[in-house]
């Protein structure tokens, strides 16, 4: 088991440029959770997914899209990325419900918006 | 608004010492609370907590949740420093988890 992965590990964009981040798991899971990190902030909620091609907004939503296709994977884009956007963005799967057992993190994605 | 609130936000001891964490939240429909450790990279579950008063427990590292006064402590006891990281509180509510901003920690030799 790979667990869950996410690709890229590092990007750098232009303001206004756009990118897809990756997330997959093998673990069958339904449940799956986008969030960034920035210093002192701990993670906040981007979107999530409660099934496959069902999707849902988190806390801090704006500038971001996703997309579950597959069951086992999670898309996160930026249509036209801004430097606020510069963060460390996590994906998590779960089985059940995050909170009725634990979430498994990927490895993370560090983006830089110049 | 759902709020996660961590103490002391950072922390430096020596190696040996016992330090406790706290947590404490406000949210619409407690469903548990979990604690996360986070060195460089993702965050690795430590606990869940649904029910007030049972300990939990694992080594060196303990957790208990009060659900009246509404708050979580996880100790270490005999710290080491591969102990020292960021400790991250999540209480989920609704279908996702809210972290509170974390407590970083550091254990100096």
């Known amino acids: 088991n790979a667990g869950v992965t996410q690709t890229p590990k590092f990007r750098v964009l232009k303001t206004g440029q756009s990118m897809t981040l990756l997330c997959a798991q093998d673990?069958?899971?339904?449940?799956m959770y986008w969030y960034r990190q920035d210093p002192g902030m701990g993670l906040r909620l981007i979107h999530y997914?409660?099934?496959?091609?069902?999707?849902a907004k988190g806390e801090v939503p704006d500038g971001y899209n996703v997309s579950r296709l597959k069951k086992q994977n999670f898309l996160l884009g930026l249509e036209s990325a801004a430097p606020s956007q510069t963060s460390v963005y996590f994906c998590?799967?779960?089985?059940?419900?995050?909170?009725?057992?634990?979430?498994?993190f990927g490895p993370g994605t560090r983006l830089l918006v110049l | 608004e759902d709020k996660v609130v961590q103490s002391p936000l950072s922390l430096v001891v020596h190696e040996g010492d016992t330090v406790t964490l706290n947590c404490s939240y406000e949210?619409?429909?407690?469903?548990?609370l979990l604690w996360y450790k986070q060195e460089k990279k993702a965050p690795t579950f430590l606990f869940m907590l649904?029910?007030?008063?049972i300990e939990k427990k694992s080594g060196r590292l303990s957790s208990i949740l009060d659900k009246k006064e509404l708050f979580s402590i996880l100790n270490i006891t005999a710290t080491q420093t591969g102990d020292s990281a960021i400790y991250l509180c999540?209480?989920?509510?609704?279908?996702?988890?809210?972290f509170g901003k974390g407590t970083s920690l550091l254990v100096t030799p």
């Open positions: 999540a209480v989920l509510s609704g279908y996702a988890l809210n």
């Open positions: 998590a799967s779960s089985h059940t419900l995050a909170g009725q057992e634990t979430q498994y």
């Open positions: 649904t029910s007030s008063g």
């Open positions: 949210v619409t429909n407690f469903r548990s």
């Open positions: 997914s409660v099934g496959e091609g069902t999707t």
């Open positions: 673990m069958n899971h339904e449940y």
